[in-house]
């Protein structure tokens, strides 16, 4: 496994992918038995986020999961789900 990108910024990444998470968990955690589309949105900005991140640095994985992610919450978005 090979991760890319200059390795000072992986740093910076970690501390936003961990607040990103932390938002996310938040929402979650807050919305207890309905989500609206303001949470949807705030956990879309985040999965958007983290999407960008793992890209530069090729962490596959947190990509493609970002990717699969971001188009269920646009599904949702768009009340198809």
Do not use: C, P, W
């Not at 989500?35 to 958007?48: M, P």
């Amino acid at each position: 496994y090979t991760i890319s990108g200059e390795a000072d910024l992986m740093s910076e990444f970690i501390a936003e992918a961990e607040e990103h998470l932390g938002n996310v968990e938040s929402v979650i955690l807050d919305a207890e038995s309905s989500v609206s589309a303001e949470h949807i949105d705030t956990i879309f900005r985040a999965v958007h986020s983290l999407k960008g991140g793992s890209a530069y640095f090729t962490l596959q994985e947190i990509t493609k999961t970002s990717h699969i992610l971001e188009n269920l919450l646009s599904e949702a978005r768009e009340g198809k789900r």
